[in-house]
């Protein structure tokens, strides 16, 4: 399923338990998506863009990732709309404080952003990194975010 946001195109896919898939390009929907959970996502994204949703409540069903990295994830769904955290603090979380560079390749690869929010990960000095693996057009998308949950300002 497709969608056209303030951050651009998304598209995303489902299985018969949850959304599986949240991409920024071109994704193909699985034959048997869930169209009711696909539809219940984009009602939400929806809800989201217009702020009037903080939290994501469709179904999950992640199929990707290594235990450390869905450990990340995990740790990324506990930090609150409005709020970010640093490398070094979802490293701690997690009871690896080592692993501040892990958490950055375990953002590139998540499956679910936006819905497993790492843009709400920042630098430790506050300042915006990478989001996505997509350089200067992941930073945009990173900041748009941000600025509509008012944790930046214009």
């Not at 994704?27 to 939290?55: D, G, H, M």
């Not at 235990?67 to 409005?82: C, E, K, S, T």
């Not at 936006?114 to 200067?136: D, K, S, W």
Request: charged letters at 25%; aromatic letters at 8%; hydrophobic letters at 40%.
């Amino acid at each position: 399923m497709k969608m056209n946001t303030i951050v651009g195109d998304l598209w995303f896919d489902a299985d018969e338990k949850g959304v599986t898939k949240v991409s920024f390009t071109l994704i193909e929907e699985s034959e048997n998506a869930n169209q009711e959970i696909l539809n219940l996502a984009k009602e939400q994204f929806t809800e989201y863009f217009a702020e009037k949703r903080e939290a994501f409540t469709v179904p999950l069903s992640i199929k990707t990732g290594t235990a450390f990295q869905q450990d990340v994830w995990q740790a990324l769904i506990n930090i609150p709309y409005g709020e970010t955290r640093s490398y070094k603090e979802v490293a701690q979380a997690i009871d690896n404080p080592k692993a501040v560079r892990a958490i950055g390749q375990a953002n590139r690869v998540n499956p679910l952003p936006i819905i497993v929010p790492c843009h709400r990960v920042i630098g430790h000095n506050g300042q915006l990194t990478g989001y996505m693996g997509n350089g200067e057009e992941g930073l945009a998308k990173k900041r748009k975010l941000l600025l509509l949950e008012k944790i930046l300002s214009e």
